[in-house]
């Protein structure tokens, strides 16, 4: 079998691999001292006590007592990959920057997704927004674009974030929830922060549990400057679009698959490197001329709105592939450090104070988590653009800098490092005219919380949207506070009458007429509160194609995996026909079967389990196909869990495909009576099979599948 050779190639590529880096070597102490004896310590006679002296022991032990580093106090689960950025087309009216201009440069990258609440080792499916930081090593320096897969944040302005983050992380007294926005202290914030409220849908939406971390988009989230060789500035929107289209899993799945397979998003991104099918994103960009400021009705410098793609149209420009896996999780994926400040030529910052107030943390955050300001010289953070300047020094300086100047002007070293002039690539900030007074307030532009948050939810499909109010439920269920829930019920009634009404029924409350204290309570004392205070929502674009789901790509299979409920004796002529003709489309195809180790079909030849089915449920695979098989199919349906398996995936609108006696297995399930084509395939020809799957969902079948018992 095709399967048992990969497998085999894989072991002996482990473990040529393990041979190499250790080809005769001997073991040696951190001070290369050949070791003679690493399982016992030096003691005083064979049952005495350990001595001091055991330089060996210490150092060992030592070096593993300080293994941690203190995790990202935000986004501190992540799974990253390394790959390359090509860019389709020259944008030299816009910006000058090397990887906007060259089209033959492979710039190589660094990507890092991340959910934000939940500690190091939480589960990848938590309702979040996730993480999508991209490390583009440039010839002309780093440049970290840090954003997320919303294209929106909770707040304005930086100061909240520590309340925003204190909110949402585990209440302080008892650290509960873990990795979970459902909780009083979130929602007593959120009720009192409307500017909230925009990313907030976002978040209760499928986006908050996508079904890969390749399958979901990517938003720079602040308005960019682009500048051209010539020092004109355009504003600019960064998109990351996966050319697998944006998809996502059920609540119901993600509960499931958090208990199954905590590591669900990063095995599948492990995996799918490893297996060649190389995720892709393409880079799109919103660009607004600067003269064009203030034409929108909203402010291009606050970070709780977007730029509908109607209004303003992304220009594809590039390609971002992710073709290997790091070799070391904690060198890699744990030490590399993002900065939003790290820009290039050609790139430039705006006055979003959101932005300006990162642009100081996350350079502080790397000194309390890395341990030191050296922290670029680790080599996952270093730049391919060799750097020299006159810092010298500090905590784990791990350089030898050569020679007696370490100033500037000087003449003892030739007067270098010198100074880069602007047309040689020296940077250079954008000259913004600055005449105002300085004062600690928001800008009034900030004030609309209502419209994007409304306009997001008109844009919605049915499903999307009843996934939208069934979140709302569940996260508001789970706060014990009513006058907190009322307060939110309120203010989901100023996004949407409807959607308060189904979640005020599934809360058992009524939606308050009116909340008499201010509505947004994220201002200073001193502050003209009713200057700040949301004005009514405003409908300036009935709905924007690109922010629902619905709309995305369905045209794919690729990297689908398809469970095949198998036992002795199964059909090899079924099965070799939908493997054909699946794996074709990219598919991938594993054999579940009562037991692990190897089962035999019909045609007596061996084939080796994927999973026994005591070892995983059916929230992990995109869709199921029973082969016949009288032998086979009779040993299934004396398992109960087969059934369940079944009824879970219908339940999940996923596609279901069975041949021959395979149908028997099906029709002792809830969904014998819903057999068609478009979710329960019956000897069919594989095409109707790759059809359903490429869907990702029949969402047609949401209201039986509500009513599967599973
Ligand atoms: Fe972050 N954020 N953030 N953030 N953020 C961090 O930096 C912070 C914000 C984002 O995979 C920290 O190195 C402040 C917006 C990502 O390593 C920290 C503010 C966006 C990552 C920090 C924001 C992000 C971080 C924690 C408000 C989307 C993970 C560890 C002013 C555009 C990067 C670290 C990775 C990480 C601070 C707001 C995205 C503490 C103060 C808006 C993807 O510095």
New binding site residues.
Partial sequence: MAKKKDTQNQKTKDLKQYEKDAENKVMTTNQGLKVNDTNNSLKSGERGSTLLEDFLLREKITHFDHERIPE????AR?S?AHGYFELYKSIEKYSKAGIFTDTKRKTPVFT?F?TVAGSKGSPDLARDVR???VKFYTEEGTWDL???NMPV?F?QD?MK?PDLIHAVKPEPNNEIPQAASAHDTFYDFVSRTTETLHNHIWAMSDRAIPRSLRMMEG????TFRLINAEGTSHFVKFHWKPTLGVHSVTWDEAVKINGADSDFHRRDLWDAIEAGHYPEWELGIQVVPDEDEHKFEFDLLD?TKLIPEELVPVEIIGKMTLNRNPENFFAETEQ???LPGHIVPGIDFTNDP??Q??LF??R???LS?LGSHNFHQIPINRPIAKSYNNQRDGHMQMEIPKGNTAYFPNTLGGGCPYMAKIADGGFHSYEERIDAKKIRTRSESFNDHFSQPALFYRSLADWEKKHVADAYTFELGKCKHTYIKERMLWLISQIDKDLAKQVAEGLGLKIPKKIDEPINQALGADANVKKHQPPKKKNYLDSDGALSQANTKFDSIATRQIAVLVADGFSMSDFKKTKKALEKEGAMLKLIAPHGGTITCDENMEHEVDAAMMTTESVLFDAIYIPGGKKSVNALKNEAKYKKFINEAFKHCKAISADNEGVDLIDETFVADYKDDATIIINKKPKNFIKAISKHRNWDRMDIASKVPA
Avoid: E, K, M, W
């Fill in positions: 990202r106090i935000v986004h992540g990253a890092r991340s993480g999508f930081a840090v954003g997320n944040f707040i930086a974030f938003f720079g989230i602040h970070p590399v450090a993002f959101l932005l107030g990162r943390s996350y502080d955050t790397q988590r």
